[in-house]
């Protein structure tokens, strides 16, 4: 029995030579498959976005090469987001959700302290206290199907508090940033831990 079973075996891999030529085929194909797998993850489901400007410094500077998951979602606040406003400027923004629809934005600018739903929010990755109103003033009701942000660098950000980026829209949010890639010593997570 076990050298019927040695025949067989040998007689399988006599049926198949080796060749280099055949190698070199199926290394190929395996890499050309790869490839094709890595473009329609990176056309259909995440995209690479370079950071432009300093208006999320601490967590973002200006060159950061950025994944941004390209899939339709629910932004939640806290979360870093790309979007597009092409009447404010051709290039995506990046800034980070500070309050969602149904939500207020209060801003007491002599404190530099930002109030959602009135309580204070704890921003430890701000560059500092929110002191320039810029356009914003009183309380405001982000409307059904919008976005407040603001950049993380406050006082050096045109964000929601600019009339004309205002509110969001969330058919604009391309995606939600969820990755640095480059530079290579701050690769990893923006949101820290």
């Not at 498959?33 to 056309?43: D, K, N, Y």
């Not at 406003?85 to 290039?91: G, L, N, S």
Request: proline letters at 5%.
């Amino acid at each position: 029995m076990k050298d019927k079973a040695k025949i067989n075996k040998e007689e399988a891999v006599a049926e198949k030579p080796f060749t280099v030529r055949g190698e070199v085929y199926e290394w190929a194909q395996s890499l050309i498959t790869a490839l094709v797998i890595c473009i329609l993850v990176f056309v259909f489901v995440f995209r690479l976005v370079d950071v432009v400007g300093d208006s999320m410094n601490n967590t973002l500077f200006h060159g950061d090469k950025m994944v941004v998951l390209d899939l339709p979602y629910t932004p939640k606040q806290g979360d870093i987001v790309v979007f597009r406003k092409d009447e404010y400027k051709p290039e995506a923004l990046v800034k980070r959700v500070i309050a969602t629809e149904g939500q207020t934005v209060e801003i007491d600018f002599d404190k530099g302290i930002v109030y959602v739903d009135g309580v204070a929010l704890d921003e430890p990755y701000t560059a500092d206290y929110t002191y320039i109103p810029i356009d914003f003033s009183g309380v405001q009701t982000v409307p059904e199907g919008c976005v407040f942000v603001m950049g993380d660098n406050r006082n050096r950000s045109t964000d929601s508090r600019k009339a004309e980026i205002g509110m969001v829209d969330t058919r604009l949010i391309i995606g939600k940033v969820v990755f640095v890639l480059f530079p290579l010593d701050r690769i990893g997570s923006p949101y820290g831990g």
